[in-house]
Structures are given as C-alpha cells and as structure tokens.
C-alpha cells in the first residue's frame, strides 16, 4: 500500500500526517529535520513497544540519535496524575530541552498523556505521535486533545496541544485483536453520520473488508478518516463550534466506561463509543430530531458490526449514576447539559441545554 500525506493546515502550527504502509521503518528520514540535537524521549506503550520498538528505535539509532525509552502499561490508568508526574520526573532527569522532541508511542492513551506532558513539562516541548492502533490513527493522534482523567471523569484535565508530526503506519494494524479495530471503526463510522452521508454509505458497504483486512478499503476509510477531522481541526481547533459534533456517543460513551471504572476488557473506549452513538441516535428519536428509519439504519449497523448497541438488563448501568458523569462533560455549559445529536445520516448537531427529567427517564429506560 502507498504511503500518502495529509495536512493539517493551522497556518504557522501546521503539520503533516503520513499514513501507509512501512511508515515506521522510514521514521528517522521524517524525524530527524525536527531535532535540533540528537536527542530524543520515547514515550511508549508496552504493548506497542514489544511489538513494534525495534523498528522504531533502529531506525532513529542508525542516524546516531541517543534515546531516552519511558514505558508505560497499557490501558486507562496510565491518563493519571501519578502517570503524569512519573513521566515529567524522568523527563527532567534525562535533562529534557525546550528544543528537544518527545515521541508518543502507542494508543491514544499513551497520546493523551504524551500530549499533555509535552504541552506543559519546561513550558512545552514539541512532539510527535506514532499511533499503533486503529482507533489513535483515526482520531485521538490528529488535532492536538491531550488530556489525563480525573476522579469526576475522563479527559477533564489537559490542553490543546498540536503535535509536530504524525506517523500512521497501517502494517501495525496486523497486531491487533478484532476488538482493537472494531474500536477504531467506530471512530470511522461516526465520521460518516456527523458530516458525510456518502462516507457512511462506504463504510457501510465495506464494513467486514474494513473490519476483516488490512487492505486497500482500510487504508481508504483510515486516510479519508483523517482528512474529515484535519479539516475540522483547522476550522475550530479550540473546539468552539464544529469540533465539537465530533464528540457524537461521547458523553453517552463515557459514561458507560465510567460505569465499568474505565475496565478495558469489559468495554473498550471504541466499543463504548459505538453504543453511546446507538444511544445518541435513539434519544434524537426520542425528541423528534431524527426520523425512525434513520434511527433504525444507524441501530441495525452497529448491531450487525458486533458491538452492543444497547445496555439493557446489565445491572452495571444505574441512570442516576451515569446522568451524574454525564453532567461533567466539557461539552455543557452554564450547568446545563449538551448533547451532539443527529438530524439524520451526516447532519450532527450540538442540543443544548438537555431537558434532564427526560434524559434521566430515558436512561432509565436504556438500563430497566
């Protein structure tokens, strides 16, 4: 498969996303102009690291770079502050530079959190994202979101802070388990039913080539993927108006994880992601925003990918508790909660200031 570029055009910030692939093998050649000593900290998941370290490693050592390697353990409670604080530590002993670059190595995870260190560690550093995973290709690498989780949620502590690079090499994909890409699929999907009609009818056709090989229609779906959010980014980067409607099953989504205690193997972020969409469609037709049949299209789809698109009979899921998480969102405003919901297929919108009694009624509903 090529390797092809995409940018994200944020005037003097800009930067390119290459994705294809191989990319990996190639690093350095796209890395090394940003150094200006060769120097640099990887800060790498475990996970991606095993598998795919060497080729990272081999190819900045080659051109004589000295590497400072952090890893980190896979999964949710890596976004924490102790994460957060062990990472600076290491960072500032290592003799970090304002000029120097970080390298985040990993799922969006590891992104977040490398975002977030890089952001703030000698008032900010320049980084790069190497996503492993389909769901950090597609999404949490593009835009500059860095956060880690606090006790009232997920995401509430961070900044915007652009990376200097995105490396997105698609043969990693071949490492991951089913769950892991249908993960990311869902961020692809949700594209479609945001902005771009014609996109979820693709995605729709194609779902088992896109979930089942690591081919052409994968590579397809990931680079128009990330074109969709690169153009979002750079209209709203601040998330003050459009970027916001790429939070669709979001604030359902969180408060499923919530629920499970940010429990990966009970409910990947993706997964949650899915069913919150489910959700988001169902409460659009609940309010009259969406027609039935839309509503019905978009349930039948998510259903039939293999996520759990409903949460009903799972004693895990108490609607006072979830409306409580959901209240949190950074989406809402004067105390009011906001929800990005449907039209119909491809016409997201932000509805403001939900009516709580009715959204506490539905969830009940979704849990009875």
């Known amino acids: 498969m090529s390797i092809n570029k995409i940018n994200v055009d944020l005037a003097e910030r800009q930067y390119d996303i290459f994705v294809g692939g191989g990319v990996l093998s190639g690093a350095s050649d796209k890395i090394l102009p940003l150094l200006k000593r060769k120097r640099i900290a990887i800060i790498a998941d475990e996970n991606a690291y095993k598998f795919h370290g060497d080729k990272l490693i081999s ?26 604080e062990n990472v600076i530590e290491e960072l500032l002993e290592f003799g970090i530079e304002r000029s120097d670059i970080i390298i985040a190595f990993g799922g969006g995870v590891v992104g977040d959190l490398t975002g977030f260190v890089a952001g703030v560690v000698n008032r900010g550093v320049d980084f790069v994202q190497i996503p492993t995973t389909l769901l950090s290709q597609v999404d949490s690498s593009v835009g500059g979101k860095t956060a880690i989780n606090a006790r009232a949620g997920k995401n509430l502590v961070g900044i915007f802070w652009q990376p200097k690079l995105v490396l997105a090499d698609t043969s990693v994909l071949d490492t991951l388990d089913r769950r892991d890409i249908m993960a990311g699929f869902a961020e692809i999907f949700k594209i479609g039913l945001i902005l771009y009609p014609q996109f979820f009818d693709y995605v729709e056709e194609n779902a088992a080539k896109i979930l089942d090989e690591n081919g052409q229609a994968r590579q397809y779906a990931i680079e128009k993927s990330i074109e969709a ?32 205690n940010y429990d990966e193997t009970k409910w990947r972020h993706g997964e949650a992601v899915a069913c919150g969409i489910a959700m988001a469609a169902r409460y659009s037709k609940r309010i009259g925003a969406l027609a039935a049949d839309k509503c019905e299209r978009i349930e ?31 989406k809402n405003s004067g105390g009011k909660i906001n929800l990005v919901l449907l039209k119909d297929i491809g016409n997201a919108y932000v509805h403001k200031n939900a009516d709580v009694a009715d959204l506490l009624e539905f969830l009940k509903e979704e849990c009875s």
């Open 300 to 330: 039948n789809f998510i259903r039939d990918c293999g996520y759990r698109y409903l949460i009903k009979g799972d004693k895990t899921f108490d609607a006072n508790a979830m409306l409580k998480v959901m209240s949190h969102d950074k």
């Open 229 to 260: 959010k690169a153009k979002v980014v750079a209209e709203d980067e601040r998330e003050a108006g459009v970027r916001a409607l790429l939070n669709l099953g979001h604030t359902f989504g969180h408060a499923i994880e919530a629920a499970v």
């Open 59 to 84: 190819s900045l050592e080659s051109q004589g770079v000295e590497i400072k390697t952090i890893i980190t353990k896979s999964g949710e409670g890596t976004k924490s502050f102790s994460s957060f």
